[in-house]
């Protein structure tokens, strides 16, 4: 079972009766341990069923099955391999009732709740409410209420927030409704508040398996620390020097305190990288060097020295494209790249990409925009799963706004606020509220009427949907639903442009098509945790629609360049890799105090621990760019950028220096490059032709 592993990888997949932390370094190996280490613990007697791997994306937690059951067959269907927000919708469905919760509760999105709060805060600005969703997720992710905020506040506007977070809570609890957050902080206060229901969990699980580990904030350490109790059965897989979600609450912390907290801890590194060539991984080491280590470790391959990592300089941002292109096209030239797929251009921030975008369509490159819009992101899909949310939890205020609008019946909003204040009045939903025999004293018979005829047809769908099962039955009823409330019409009513809307239509009918493929069980659920044949209901599918548009991206392998930002690239790698924009201000991202700009600020003066920390941070995401090249890296900077309107002089990153450019860098002109090699291809051509018979 152990065949292929190295000695460090076998040490992790054999220490099975205790927790144990593995030093996973970039690409060497984290997945493969993670799944021997599961079929290990099947052949050593635990029952499938009784092991969980927990992974931070949809997509990670699909590769991992798929390579389980590659391993061991059909016995991973049986592991409960899923993200950590998956299983707390798992914990929450079953045992939610302890905490209030129906078992068909809604997951809002963030639309949803930058709705909320504009109501819970009485205002009708998207960016302040924003701001109040911004710190009232960091509060959740590290366990505090309303109340816990107000009273840490250290401001009167963190005061006010706190408050809004206070209203904001009362009216998910009335909605039936929760947050992306709480599908963490339910489960934890569900654990622990009830002892019953932490014992069954407890001996459910044999064994857990926590993928980028350095990825958990404060409240899923402790859902983890709950979840495997005294014995401490887990293997906690993970790297600090990969560590770049700090602004969203993950914490180093976490890896410091599991020494701590579970004394009997192995710890095995993974040191042998079997990504990148010798150059790469030297730039990286270097790079990160200069971090503290809370667990020290230096990454080596044998796959050789390789290419030496380049360094290109560039006028401007359009210099830097126009170069980066002129590469591209230089390593396809040259016989080292055939696919587009294999290229990658990764940058610090989202605008960035416009330039790069701009000159790849100039030379008519095939490119994606990678973390671009989610298929869930758009209306289109929104609009319907609002209806599927409203079949599923009637109680769900958001979904039977929306789905009362979209497409618009006649029901005007002066209508719906008379309803909100009657339903807030006798604290009901809004669904609640329509069917009852007090509204006519409030709203005209015709207002009753239509919102009567809106109720009775909710109704109707939510039987029919859960009386439909199997693709083609449940295809036939999404698309006489789609006839019946005439959403194509609402789409090209709603666009100037014909082409947009039939775009948009396609989309829905794509939609529908992946709704009932559901229905006929031939894909994992939306949870991501199993795999059947059996029909399931259409109602039974949309219960699990809103996780899934919440944490889920739909990616296609298409052959074209890919544009990331580092964060997005993280997990990934490629054959040749760009990192552009490596900038004193860009990378580090703004690390000076008020006033100084990133170009002035001097790396090597006093700094806070505030800023320090940052600093630290903004060198592990130049790490994680620069591991996500398996053959070349060349890291690009200019001589000036654009700063609003104006362009500014700029400076090369410290991260560039630290890298030690004497030692594992070249700086080239790929433009030179490109224009030698059409040369000399020019020169073999009329060589040809010269020597062949007319």
């Known amino acids: 079972m152990s065949a292929g592993l190295n000695l460090a990888q076998q040490e992790a997949v054999n220490h099975m009766h205790g927790p144990c932390l593995v030093l996973a370094g970039a690409g060497s190996g984290k997945t493969r341990v993670i799944t021997h280490k599961i079929a290990r613990l099947i052949t050593a007697g635990t029952e499938p069923a009784r092991i969980a791997a927990i992974t931070f994306t949809n997509k990670a937690a699909t590769e991992m099955r798929e390579r389980a059951k590659g391993l061991i067959g059909r016995d991973a269907k049986e592991v409960l391999i899923c993200t950590f927000h998956a299983l707390g919708v798992r914990l929450l469905r079953q045992d939610g009732a302890a905490l209030g919760l129906k078992p068909q509760f809604s997951i809002l999105d963030s639309d949803d709740v930058t709705s909320i709060l504009k109501d819970a805060g009485g205002t009708t600005d998207a960016a302040t409410a924003r701001q109040w969703q911004w710190a009232i997720s960091m509060w959740k992710n590290m366990g505090l209420n309303a109340a816990q905020a107000e009273a840490l506040a250290k401001d009167d506007n963190e005061k006010v927030t706190a408050r809004i977070m206070g209203r904001y809570e009362e009216r998910l609890a009335a909605y039936q409704s929760v947050d992306f957050d709480d599908l963490i902080g339910l489960p934890l206060k569900l654990l622990q508040e009830h002892a019953q229901v932490l014992a069954k969990w407890q001996q459910q699980?044999?064994?857990?398996?926590?993928?980028?580990?350095?990825?958990?904030?404060?409240?899923?350490?402790?859902?983890?620390?709950?979840?495997?109790?005294?014995?401490?059965?887990?293997?906690?897989?993970?790297?600090?020097?990969?560590?770049?979600?700090?602004?969203?609450?993950?914490?180093?912390?976490?890896?410091?305190?599991?020494?701590?907290?579970?004394?009997?801890?192995?710890?095995?590194?993974?040191?042998?990288?079997?990504?990148?060539?010798?150059?790469?991984?030297?730039?990286?080491?270097?790079?990160?060097?200069?971090?503290?280590?809370?667990?020290?470790?230096?990454?080596?391959?044998?796959?050789?020295?390789?290419?030496?990592?380049?360094?290109?300089?560039?006028?401007?941002?359009?210099?830097?494209?126009?170069?980066?292109?002129?590469?591209?096209?230089?390593?396809?030239?040259?016989?080292?790249?055939?696919?587009?797929?294999?290229?990658?251009?990764?940058?610090?921030?989202?605008?960035?990409?416009?330039?790069?975008?701009?000159?790849?369509?100039?030379?008519?490159?095939?490119?994606?925009?990678?973390?671009?819009?989610?298929?869930?992101?758009?209306?289109?899909?929104?609009?319907?799963?609002?209806?599927?949310?409203?079949?599923?939890?009637?109680?769900?205020?958001?979904?039977?706004?929306?789905?009362?609008?979209?497409?618009?019946?006649?029901?005007?909003?002066?209508?719906?606020?008379?309803?909100?204040?009657?339903?807030?009045?006798?604290?009901?939903?809004?669904?609640?509220?329509?069917?009852?025999?007090?509204?006519?004293?409030?709203?005209?018979?015709?207002?009753?009427?239509?919102?009567?005829?809106?109720?009775?047809?909710?109704?109707?769908?939510?039987?029919?949907?859960?009386?439909?099962?199997?693709?083609?039955?449940?295809?036939?009823?999404?698309?006489?639903?789609l006839k019946d409330i005439d959403y194509e019409k609402h789409l090209y009513d709603g666009e100037d442009s014909e082409k947009l809307a039939a775009t948009r239509w396609t989309n829905v009918l794509d939609f529908c098509d992946w709704m009932s493929q559901r229905c006929g069980g031939q894909i994992e659920d939306a949870a991501g945790v199993t795999t059947g044949t059996e029909k399931k209901s259409l109602l039974e599918v949309a219960q699990t629609i809103s996780l899934l548009s919440t944490i889920s991206e739909r990616e296609t392998d298409q052959d074209v360049v890919t544009l990331s930002t580092l964060h997005a690239a993280k997990g990934l790698e490629w054959p040749h890799v760009m990192l552009v924009g490596v900038t004193e201000g860009m990378l580090p991202f703004k690390l000076e105090t008020e006033g100084a700009s990133g170009a002035d600020a001097n790396p090597n003066g006093p700094m806070s621990e505030g800023i320090l920390q940052r600093l630290q941070e903004e060198r592990r995401l130049m790490y994680v760019g620069i591991t996500r090249a398996q053959r070349t890296l060349a890291v690009s900077w200019t001589k000036r950028r654009k700063k609003g309107r104006e362009m500014v002089a700029a400076q090369p990153s410290r991260f560039i220096a630290e890298m030690a450019l004497d030692k594992t860098t070249v700086r080239e002109d790929p433009r030179a490059k490109l224009k030698a090699l059409r040369a000399e291809f020019a020169q073999r051509a009329a060589l040809d032709a010269a020597v062949e018979p007319p």
């Open 205 to 481: 699980l044999g064994h857990v398996l926590v993928d980028e580990y350095q990825d958990t904030n404060a409240t899923q350490y402790e859902l983890l620390k709950l979840l495997v109790g005294e014995r401490g059965r887990f293997t906690a897989v993970g790297d600090d020097d990969q560590s770049i979600y700090g602004w969203r609450g993950a914490t180093l912390d976490n890896l410091k305190r599991l020494p701590q907290d579970f004394p009997n801890l192995k710890v095995v590194k993974l040191e042998q990288n079997y990504r990148s060539t010798g150059a790469i991984l030297r730039a990286a080491n270097n790079v990160i060097g200069p971090n503290p280590k809370l667990f020290p470790k230096t990454l080596f391959s044998e796959l050789g020295e390789g290419e030496p990592v380049r360094v290109v300089d560039a006028d401007n941002e359009e210099h830097e494209a126009e170069r980066t292109v002129a590469r591209i096209q230089s390593i396809r030239a040259s016989g080292a790249g055939q696919d587009w797929r294999g290229f990658a251009v990764l940058y610090r921030a989202n605008h960035q990409a416009r330039v790069f975008e701009q000159a790849l369509r100039k030379a008519a490159i095939p490119y994606k925009v990678s973390g671009g819009q989610s298929f869930f992101d758009r209306a289109e899909i929104k609009d319907l799963c609002a209806w599927f949310r409203l079949w599923v939890n009637n109680d769900d205020d958001p979904a039977f706004l929306r789905a009362i609008t979209t497409p618009k019946r006649g029901i005007g909003h002066t209508t719906l606020q008379t309803l909100g204040v009657f339903a807030s009045k006798y604290k009901l939903s809004l669904f609640e509220a329509l069917f009852s025999s007090s509204l006519q004293g409030a709203l005209p018979a015709r207002a009753v009427g239509s919102l009567h005829e809106f109720g009775r047809y909710v109704n109707d769908l939510e039987y029919r949907a859960r009386h439909t099962s199997g693709a083609e039955d449940a295809r036939a009823f999404l698309l006489d639903w």
